[in-house]
């Protein structure tokens, strides 16, 4: 090749570079939309007048999508729009060519139509009908470039009896006879657009930093509003003190038309069921507040990993479990799920760092459940403090960037200073759990009254060793209890302990502060051990049609294979997989009985007692969930229904208890709700 030749292709290269270069810097820069919305409720039309902003460098040829019923034209001068790509079935939207003039870089566009996908099992992308109005991203009602964020100027003008909302400061409200028009502005790059639009009853309360705290009802229910307005500036407070100030200027709570549990930037989306729900205050709603900062200011590279879901569980809802004394409980239960829906069925794993996004139990415990717990190991290994520290340090330096774990390992590599990448590594890129084990315990006296005790840990999975930080706690025969933490990176590695009084047990991650596989022995019998399981074997007594509709319903939502057995005389069980017994007869109930004879557990013909508790069996719908004793691998669960409860719809409902073993419902209620303790572990021991 001459030297001519060699420069030529250089120069090619180099030029190819500087196009990608220019690539990149459109797309890092926001578009700016300054846009004067209405909605027509009864029409389910849209009309949009769009200024768009781009850089100083953007290319002139653009494309975008807009959505399919929308006709969209040019208004401003020297700029011309040609149809790319029609819309098609599978595509509910069309893709447009935009070509830019010289003379600066702005482009007017006006569109409308009809925006109408209906709710289908409380789905939809997006529509507008007299009930309201709701918008996403995904309904593509204003022109979208692909992977460009957005800024915006956004008038949106509705009926008077109509109120608006897009996230960013609403900066000014005009109200005519026939109509109301609110103009909201925000400046800092948004990956989506949304609009909400209602006939809603509008309550608010301003703080002392001038945020907002807004509730949006489809109906006046000043009590429900209190109840969100007294709980989020405390929620509000304690994350702007955690990770930095709160990065809008106000906090709606938003009353949708159909079933959502949506959390969007500044505002939160949820159905008319899902926003009356009790436990919803101290669970479901810190978690969508959280999401304000994780996942709509800094936002998820998704090509990468969700890491949003994961950290969003562990500060929301894991800290409302630390609040409440029963954070080991619930680390307990997300080992549960994970065991349940995952090691139980092992394709279901994949790596951390390949989650996107929930669609069913085993990628929630991957995806929500391991994350969470990777962040708990990180906290519990460098303290409450340096984590802060980090995920401070991660927020301030990624604010409104799509951003991965990366980033994420940076800054707690940095606040540490420790090289992390083992500890990423194995948990994000690789699937399965450690199996800790604890197979030998030596305690020797010495001469001068002391103790010396040798203890092996082993980790026993069929995969290579992890780096562990496995907390071992001693109990002394003085009533002293001594903490370790033993660092288990080996298959198999000896430790020790001296004492001046006697060790009388040891117990190995009692608080289940690792992410591990769990022992049969250490963790209750709950529902989800039966939803999750591989096979699952119905039993119920042909006389009781209801049964079989009951046994329907739950096979619906299993994931295994089912098999359905009818029971007149005598009780024939499968050899592995889950039990269900279905219905009120006494050849179940005599088995329950025998199964849990170790547990505080009566039953008579008309009554329950469990612990100290007694129930009325005829006033009563219940669930209890044991361990076949002849082999604990098999989860059984004995079902039945009193008069007031539909046994379809109930056990429809009875889906979202998994973490429950026993389970008491007096009508639609759960008046009891537990699991059956744990009397033994392979981790502990009595010395």
Not at 116 to 131: H, M, Q, R
Not at 262 to 286: A, E, Q
Request: charged share 20%.
């Amino acid at each position: 090749m001459s030297k001519a030749q060699a420069l030529h292709k250089l120069m090619i290269v180099i030029g190819l570079l500087l196009i990608l270069l220019v690539t990149l810097q459109s797309h890092a820069a926001p578009v700016h939309h300054k846009m004067q919305v209405e909605i027509i409720p009864g029409l389910k039309m849209l009309k949009a007048q769009d200024t768009l902003t781009f850089a100083k460098d953007t290319p002139r040829k653009l494309s975008f999508v807009l959505h399919k019923d929308l006709q969209v034209s040019v208004t401003s001068s020297d700029d011309s729009l040609i149809l790319l790509h029609p819309a098609t079935k599978e595509e509910p939207y069309a893709e447009y060519g935009l070509q830019l003039s010289n003379q600066d870089n702005k482009v007017s566009l006006y569109y409308q139509g009809v925006i109408y996908d209906p709710v289908v099992n409380d789905n939809s992308d997006g529509l507008i009908a007299p009930e309201g109005a709701t918008l996403f991203g995904s309904t593509y009602w204003y022109p979208s470039f692909l992977d460009t964020q957005k800024s915006f100027d956004i008038s949106v003008k509705t009926p008077v009896a109509w109120r608006s909302l897009v996230q960013g400061q609403i900066t000014s409200m005009e109200v005519d006879a026939s109509s109301r028009t609110s103009r909201f502005v925000e400046i800092y790059p948004q990956e989506e657009i949304y609009l909400v639009a209602g006939p809603f009853s509008f309550y608010e309360k301003e703080l002392k930093d001038g945020k907002k705290v807004q509730v949006l009802l489809r109906k006046d229910d000043s009590s429900l509003a209190q109840n969100f307005i007294s709980l989020i500036p405390g929620f509000l407070e304690h994350y702007s003190s955690a990770i930095s100030p709160y990065p809008y200027s106000s906090f709606t709570v938003v009353e949708n038309f159909w079933e959502t549990g949506y959390g969007m930037p500044s505002f939160t989306l949820l159905g008319p069921t899902v926003i009356r729900l009790p436990f919803l205050l101290n669970s479901s709603l810190p978690h969508e507040v959280l999401h304000n900062w994780w996942g709509n200011s800094v936002y998820v590279d998704y090509d990468k990993g969700n890491w949003c879901e994961g950290l969003t569980t562990y500060m929301a809802d894991h800290w409302q479990q630390e609040l409440a004394g029963n954070d080991r409980g619930y680390r307990l239960n997300t080992l549960i799920n994970y065991a349940d829906f995952v090691a139980a069925n092992p394709k279901n794993d994949f790596p951390v760092r390949q989650f996107r996004g929930r669609h069913n139990s085993s990628s929630q415990a991957v995806g929500y459940g391991k994350t969470m717990m990777i962040f708990h190991m990180l906290e519990f290994r460098f303290g409450k403090d340096l984590f802060k520290k980090a995920l401070q340090d991660f927020y301030s330096e990624n604010l409104f960037q799509r951003v991965s774990f990366f980033e994420i390992q940076k800054s707690f590599e940095k606040v540490t200073n420790q090289n992390l990448n083992t500890f990423f590594t194995q948990w994000l890129d690789r699937e399965g759990a450690p199996q800790i084990e604890l197979p030998d315990v030596k305690v020797m006296r010495w001469l001068d009254g002391s103790y010396s005790t040798t203890y092996v840990l082993a980790q026993t999975q069929n995969a290579p060793s992890y780096e562990l930080n496995i907390p071992v706690i001693w109990t002394l025969e003085n009533g002293q209890e001594v903490r370790q933490l033993a660092r288990l990176f080996d298959k198999s590695q000896v430790f020790s302990l001296v004492s001046h009084s006697r060790p009388v047990k040891v117990a190995v991650d009692p608080d289940y502060h690792v992410f591990r596989k769990l022992f049969i022995e250490e963790r209750p019998a709950t529902l989800s051990s039966i939803l999750g399981s591989p096979e699952v074997h119905f039993y119920f007594d042909p006389a009781q049609p209801q049964a079989e509709k009951f046994a329907r319903v739950w096979a619906a939502a299993t994931d295994g294979q089912d098999s359905f057995n009818k029971v007149t005389e005598t009780l024939s069980l499968a050899p592995q997989g889950a039990l269900v017994l279905i219905g009120d007869k006494d050849l179940f109930a005599q088995f329950v009985k025998t199964q849990l004879s170790e547990q505080k557990f009566e039953l008579t013909d008309t009554t329950l007692r469990i612990d100290t508790q007694e129930f009325n069996l005829q006033e009563t719908s219940t669930v209890l969930v044991m361990r076949l004793k002849s082999n604990p691998q098999q989860p059984v669960v004995w079902v039945r229904w009193s008069k007031e409860n539909n046994p379809e719809e109930w056990a429809s409902r009875l889906t979202h208890y998994g973490t429950f073993g026993v389970l008491v419902f007096k009508g639609r209620p759960a008046v009891f709700k537990s699991t059956w303790p744990v009397l033994q572990s392979p981790l502990q021991r009595n010395l």
